[in-house]
């Protein structure tokens, strides 16, 4: 049962270089209780629990805590944080990690095993959880784990109130359920728990109050029994659901160019579907959802345990990582990680236009002129600035990276181009640019495959979308159907809305 | 349908100030050109010292051609270890592969009495085979390229003991084609030559083939060099190769130099090389290895030192050199190719108090 007010915050306010972050948030979470956040990203959930955390200084505002103000960048607080990346050590053991946050007991500055083992095991039954052996290696726990693990961590300095950061993303079924189970006997002890979600339906789950973040502010602070997701998501996104349209029938859409049937990649549910030519298909879901390793294995970079890819008829091999045969297939990939998988750092921007064999037409030899002049020619079709192509590619923007990154595998026509979060951390302009790109190569025939988290970019790209929840196809979504908000709320798995989409 | 070029783009600030004159442009543009053409000058500078301190000796022939042709063998070694290195591999069995080399190719002729043509023939396969080995060892087994061949370097050292029993082979007389090949062709010696024809080649191949464009790929980026379909162990594995057959050629060329087996000679070179190697990456193509630079940098080490000798410094005044080069060579390098990460971040103005999962905003992307 809920008791007094624990935290209370009111009136904070947060700006970043003119950009706000948070104004005038008021929120309030009571002892005994589990009290989840929502919000889009850059809501301002993030800059709340970091400024809780003492991270960020607020511009105004008070932090109460129990009554008393506190200020938590300057007092310790009986506060315990998990965030997303949960900060383990995986080449230690699972007792030196709790040591890390518990402390090393220790007598006359030698670390005593005996007693460090024991204070492993003792933190996880204080939640009534079995530890793991504590000299194992954290690196081959599983994933669901090392969350628990995490939390087990961040509990045994027995804190007031824990705050969670998406702590399911990556965690399956039973995972949940461990982890829920340990957040109901905290409650029961009168530890709260702010938990930070997408995830709707776990919310409903085990949260007794909800608050709604949208641009900073807090526009919904409500008990869970007297809401639903469908107002939940309205808050969050601050507009009306409408009903769904039928979508309009399939274009002119070419030949099947893929088949992908009941493959399972890593553990996740078998998925199938198929990609044409002419067709901008969305695989879209939270992080974790299963979607982003489909488009790996698409594209070779990705063992498949079980199922078939076929491209243009033929079964592609499944054993192991095939990049460079998918190349010679047709099948391209434009990496996320923009800096570790794409980019190469140190060289000119023709280089990066043309490093490989895949990349360019003609043979082994590298003409001077020749690249130049076609280096010349992408530049210009892909807005690329500064336009010299013997720059440094580490002196453009990211937007313009990105453009490079585009024009290396847009330059010339694929079977099937994979490309991950495309729009990711680039600016309004490019985000446009981009968009265009795709539509233009898919309007010559081009099939493309986005694969993201993102629901506007989705949006704005995408002729059929096809969302993953928890490792499975849950919905597709297909023309005027696909918007911005049927997106999230198909992909934060809020119920109604999910059964009722319309098909191509 | 229109293509849109970006138009919020926030322009980069500019990279040098508007020239009002040419020497303003020149000092605004220094930083550049120094990186690109330090070596070089660098170079003039050490020969005109020397030439101004030992005018007599200095620049005279016979300090030349000897000069020239002792450094060939340090210059072909700086050019093999310049392939794995442009990959991010380092190859240190050179010094004691270049020893067996040397060791094989008088001892084939001494002791099992094999024609010169053929001994040069077996040491060049020989090179090739430990090429291949480093190969497998860095790519299939995936050791960590430092230690596989510092590993394989000591093999080789003992291969080249037992095979001299500890002893120096010292051959009674070697047929003259053999001994010729240090000698000179229109005044020029012939391994400087043989320099200056690889140097072409591989230069080529670095600059103007695929797949040697492929090599500073792995070494810039081997995820994204996958993910472009370029296969690491084909690539690395060449690299390998080739530095082992060249090490094998300079092998050659220090056994007709000394015209002796002895196994210690060898290991010495190692530094050097990559001293040279290294160098060299600091110039022309800053922050990578490249041949120009290379040749250019095992110059000025030569002449430097050969400079210092003529003035009569003590023979361990090598050694300073190659350690103080080697730290100054690899610091430099490494400032050449962080000076362009460094520029890049100072255009892209980030707020250090932006919260990372905030969507980025049109303020937010430089």
Known sequence: MAGPALLTIRGLSKTFSGQTALSGVDFEVLSGEVHGLVGENGAGKSTLIKIVAGIYEPDSGTIELDGRTVHPNQDKLPIAF?????????????????????????????????????????????????????????????????????????????????????????????????????????????????????????LFEIADRVSVLRNGALVMSSTVAGTSPAAIGEAMLGRRLVALDAAPSASSLGEVVAEIKGVVVHGAKPVSFDIRRGEVLGLVGLRGSGHERIGRAICGDEEIERGEINLGGTALSSRGRHVGRRLREGVALLPADRQREGVFSGMTISENLFPSAATRAGGWHVSVQGEKRRARSLVERFGIRPPDSSEIIDHLSGG??????????????????????????????????????????ADKGQAVLIVSSDFEEVAMLCDRVLVFVRGATATELAGKAITEEHVAMACMGAGGHASRVAQA | MTEVIASEESEKPKQSPVPRSIGRSLWAAAPGLLGKYGLVLAFAVVMLVFTWLAPKTFLGPINMKNTLTFQSVTALLALAVMLPLATNEFDLSLGYHVGMAQVLVIGLQVNQNLSWEVAVLIVLLVGLLVGTVNAILVTRFHINSFIATLGSGMLLYAISNWYTGGMQIVPSSLPEPFTGMVGQIAGIPIPALVVVALSVVLWLVLERTVPGRGLYVIGSSRRAAELTGISIPKHVGAAFIGCGVITGLAGVFLGSMLRTGTASEGPEFLLPALAGALLGATS?????????????????????????????????????????????????????SRRNVLAAARRAPVATDEPPDQQPSPAAEA
């Open chain 1, 400 to 441: 313009n990276q990105q453009r490079v990154l585009l024009a290396r595998w847009f330059a010339e026509p694929k079977r099937l181009l994979v490309i991950e979060e495309p729009t990711a951390g680039v600016d309004v302009g490019a985000k446009f640019a981009i968009a265009q790109y795709v539509r233009g190569a």
């Open chain 2, 284 to 336: 022309i193509h800053p922050g990578r290895v490249n041949v120009i630079g290379t040749l250019v940098a095992v110059l000025i080490l030569a002449f430097a030192f050969s400079g210092v000798q003529q003035l009569g410094a003590p023979f361990y005044t090598q050694y300073l050199f190659n350690g103080g080069i080697l730290i100054v060579a690899v610091g430099l390098s490494g400032y050449a």
């Open chain 1, 82 to 202: 998990m965030h997303q990346e949960v900060g383990l050590v995986d080449t230690m053991t699972v007792g030196e990690n709790v040591a890390l946050t518990l402390g090393f007991p220790s007598r006359g500055g030698l670390i005593q095993w005996g007693r460090l083992w024991g204070q492993t095991e003792q933190a996880y039954a204080q939640l009534n959880l079995r530890a793991p052996d504590p000299k194992g290696l954290v690196g081959s726990l599983s994933p669901g784990d090392k969350a628990i693990l995490g939390i087990v961590r961040a509990l045994a300095r027995t804190p007031r109130l824990l705050v969670l950061d998406e702590p399911t993303a990556y965690l399956t079924l039973p995972d949940v359920k461990r982890l829920f189970d340990a957040l109901r006997r905290l409650r029961a002890a009168g530890t709260s728990t702010i938990l930070v979600t997408h995830r709707l339906h776990e």
